[in-house]
């Protein structure tokens, strides 16, 4: 079974300067996209950015210039470099992989467990 685990937040002040990393562990034979989700407190889940195989990146309009995406594909890992951060952007982030364990078996979304990103003011 394939499980996402991330890991780099924390608190910091606005301005300041956090990496997140998203490490899979498990069975995969293929990862397509990687992307980056946020839930702030009393809101819904928002993306945040998609990186695909090939390092094509896309982000929120509320984080382009300030975020940036990145994956290693040895690793089967994905990073989130966030920059210039703001209160606005204080929220668990999750990441997320489509994955294909095998290759007789189709692609599947999985997701992590969170981590928690604090921007003071």
């Known amino acids: 079974q394939v499980q996402l685990a991330e890991s780099g937040g924390g608190y910091v002040q606005a301005g300041g300067t956090l990496r997140l990393s998203c490490a899979t562990t498990?069975?995969?034979?293929?990862?397509?996209?990687m992307g980056w989700y946020r839930q702030a407190p009393g809101k819904q889940r928002e993306w945040v950015s998609t990186i695909t195989k090939d390092g094509t990146t896309a982000y929120a309009d509320s984080v382009k210039g300030r975020f940036t995406g990145s994956r290693d594909n040895v690793k089967n890992m994905a990073f989130l470099h966030m920059n210039s951060l703001k209160p606005e952007d204080t929220a668990v982030y999750y990441c997320s992989a489509t994955i294909r364990s095998s290759p007789a078996s189709g692609y599947s979304v999985v997701w992590g467990q969170g981590t928690l990103v604090t921007v003071s003011s």
């Open positions: 498990g069975s995969i034979f293929s990862i397509a996209a």
